[in-house]
């Protein structure tokens, strides 16, 4: 309505709620957070790194004491640091073990540590499964939507596109750009279809869309829909013309179906609420982006791996060309003496 036409009319009643909202299911976990690292508490990450060090020290101290005099004897039988640590984090990862074991108590040593992670690794295989059927809670404002990449849509109606036409607002500005770029303003049917089948937000009246939920989702699809404001509290009312003689009747007759609660009534029959959730959601099968971190981490120690190469060939390189330089300048100091 233009300012024009409001100093034309008085309102009298509110008829009903009238909510504009983006309307979305929560994404799964994996979109927003790393999994991998969710199944176990920070805490429980610094126990486990304690024990592999501490696993190591102890293995490297049993070492010391093995054969030694085959290790003073023969350089190779010498166990560093190194090989120690890499070896426990190779059984910490269910790797075999990269020390050659040679006495009972390096042997122990092993079998309790395999022991100890054992149990780590069946709650981490429990904890995991739940993390991944988990709905994200991260997304929970307008800036979140836009960050995370929602597919955004709204419905077509005048009020959709009036607001968000005139909005001022540059966070609300951007997200009207994106939605006349992506798909633009969509038939209820379209934009609430498009919730059902992925990262998708659709803004309109939350009644036509709850209503088109409850008549064609089921019930699994029902369950973590979360809403966001974009527009601010709107409200519908009764208007007439201002100074009309009817204006105090027709007044009285409104605030009377409320006292009486025809207008509740009338509220719970025709706008629909947000359908509950019954039981629980349908398992969700493991996809890429649960698996996204795995990739990364072995794309990263292929790059560490080929970067490592690169300064072992550097390095054995420049120890040759040393050596053949001290070689001959040994060799001309040797003649030199012996003229």
């Known amino acids: 309505m233009t300012p024009e036409r409001i100093k034309l009319v008085q309102f009298l009643a509110m008829t009903g709620p009238l909510d504009y909202k983006f309307i979305f299911r929560s994404p799964k976990l994996s979109y927003t957070d790393n999994v991998f690292i969710l199944s176990f508490h920070h805490q429980v990450w610094l126990s486990i790194g304690g024990i592999v060090l501490l696993a190591a020290a102890l293995q490297l101290i049993i070492s010391r004491f093995e054969h030694p005099s085959e290790a003073a004897d023969d350089p190779r039988g010498h166990i560093g640091p190194g090989e120690v640590l890499?070896?426990?984090?190779?059984?910490?990862?269910?790797?075999?073990?990269l020390v050659d074991l040679r006495s009972v108590s390096s042997r122990t040593m092993n079998i309790v540590m395999l022991i100890s992670l054992m149990?780590?690794?069946?709650?981490?295989?429990?904890?995991?499964?739940?993390?991944?059927?988990?709905?994200s809670t991260r997304v929970r404002t307008l800036g979140d939507l836009m960050g995370w990449k929602f597919d955004l849509t709204a419905q077509d109606s005048a009020v959709n596109r009036i607001f968000m036409a005139n909005e001022s607002d540059p966070l609300r500005s951007n997200v009207y750009?994106?939605?006349?770029?992506?798909?633009?303003?969509?038939?209820?049917?379209?934009g609430t279809?498009?919730?059902?089948?992925?990262?998708?937000?659709?803004?309109?009246?939350?009644?036509?869309?709850?209503?088109?939920?409850?008549?064609?989702?089921?019930?699994?699809?029902?369950?973590?829909?979360?809403?966001?404001?974009l527009l601010p509290a709107l409200h519908r009312y009764y208007a007439v013309a201002k100074d009309s003689p009817l204006a105090e009747h027709i007044k009285y007759g409104l605030l009377k179906l409320h006292e009486l609660g025809f207008l509740q009534r009338h509220?719970?029959?025709?706008?629909?609420?947000?359908?509950?959730?019954?039981?629980?959601?349908?398992?969700?099968?493991?996809?890429?982006?649960?698996?996204?971190?795995?990739?990364?981490?072995?794309?990263?120690?292929?790059a560490l791996a080929i970067v490592g190469l690169a300064l072992e060939i550097t390095w054995q390189r420049y120890n040759v060309q040393l050596r053949s330089l001290l070689g001959g300048s040994?060799?001309?100091?040797?003649?030199n003496k012996q003229h």
């Open 119 to 135: 149990f780590l690794y069946i709650s981490y295989s429990a904890n995991i499964v739940a993390v991944i059927q988990s709905p």
């Open 86 to 97: 890499l070896s426990m984090i190779g059984i910490a990862s269910q790797q075999e073990s």
């Open 177 to 190: 750009d994106k939605i006349v770029n992506s798909h633009g303003f969509l038939p209820v049917a379209n």
């Open 267 to 302: 509220i719970a029959l025709h706008y629909q609420r947000k359908p509950p959730c019954i039981g629980d959601s349908l398992f969700v099968p493991v996809s890429m982006i649960d698996a996204i971190f795995s990739l990364q981490l072995m794309g990263w120690a292929v």
């Open 330 to 335: 040994n060799g001309k100091s040797r003649k």
């Open 193 to 229: 279809e498009r919730i059902r089948h992925g990262l998708a937000a659709f803004h309109g009246d939350t009644n036509e869309i709850y209503r088109y939920m409850v008549e064609h989702y089921d019930e699994d699809e029902k369950c973590n829909l979360q809403e966001i404001n």
